[in-house]
């Protein structure tokens, strides 16, 4: 099976500030990578596809980035509604895996 | 709009059954992939199950293999979770998920490519 594995599993950031969130793959997914945004008590919800992909409807300010086994997530001005957990998830073979999670917390 | 629509958790005790319902709209329900992804409490996300289009291939995550069954019925826009022998670690939130139009699952593998429609989860919870 594939592992993902987060960093960090928490930060605090302020609004406006530039926040990156990195994903790594126990293996080479190629560019098989999601990433989620998840509020309390709220269904996931799909940000980036594909590593890069920026689905419609969500803020530029959201970017994806990374191939093979390293991703990264960038915020490049975080918003009060930006505030939540992120996953990343591998699709490139069963069990699709997620990462651990990174909860992004008012500073 | 496209809804998936989640039902059927509940409190169970250990080694009993529960039966999982997920109810699709506003779009061709047999044309997708489609999977179950679960929450234990306070914690991340985990797949659990994925069927084919057709509902002919099915795949498992190892905790539960042997004792879920993911099937689908096309002509009623449902999916389902047949769970059984429930231990304590089972309790979670979950959800349904709908992947990508691209996605297939042959025999023998299952290419997905994103969730992007997921249900709002029902809770099952197993206790004695």
């Known amino acids: 099976d594939i592992q993902m594995t987060q960093s960090p599993s928490s930060l605090s950031a302020s609004v406006g500030d530039r926040v990156s969130i990195t994903c790594r793959a126990s293996q080479n997914v190629n560019s098989y990578l999601n990433w989620y945004q998840q509020k309390p008590g709220k269904a996931p919800k799909l940000l980036i596809f594909g590593a890069s992909s920026l689905r419609t409807g969500v803020p530029s300010r959201f970017s994806g980035s990374g191939s093979g086994t390293d991703f990264t997530l960038t915020v490049s001005s975080l918003q009060p509604e930006d505030f939540a957990t992120y996953y990343c998830q591998q699709s490139f073979s069963a069990p699709f895996t997620f990462g651990g999670g990174t909860k992004v917390e008012v500073k | 709009q496209v809804q998936l629509v989640d039902s059927g958790g509940g409190v169970v005790h250990p080694g009993g059954s529960l039966r999982l319902s997920c109810a699709a709209s506003?779009?061709?329900?047999?044309?997708?992939?489609m999977h179950w992804v679960r929450q234990s409490p306070g914690k991340g996300l985990e797949w659990v199950a994925a069927i084919s289009s057709d509902g002919n291939n099915k795949f498992y995550a190892d905790p539960v293999k042997g004792r879920f069954t993911i099937s689908r019925d096309n002509s009623k826009n449902m999916l389902s979770l047949q769970m059984s022998s429930l231990r304590g670690d089972d309790t979670a939130l979950y959800y349904c998920?709908?992947?990508?139009?691209?996605?297939?699952?042959?025999?023998?593998?299952?290419?997905?490519?994103?969730?992007?429609?997921w249900g709002k989860g029902t809770t099952v919870t197993v206790s004695s």
């Open positions: 998920a709908r992947d990508s139009f691209q996605a297939y699952c042959s025999s023998s593998s299952c290419r997905s490519f994103y969730f992007d429609v």
């Open positions: 506003e779009f061709i329900f047999g044309d997708y992939v």
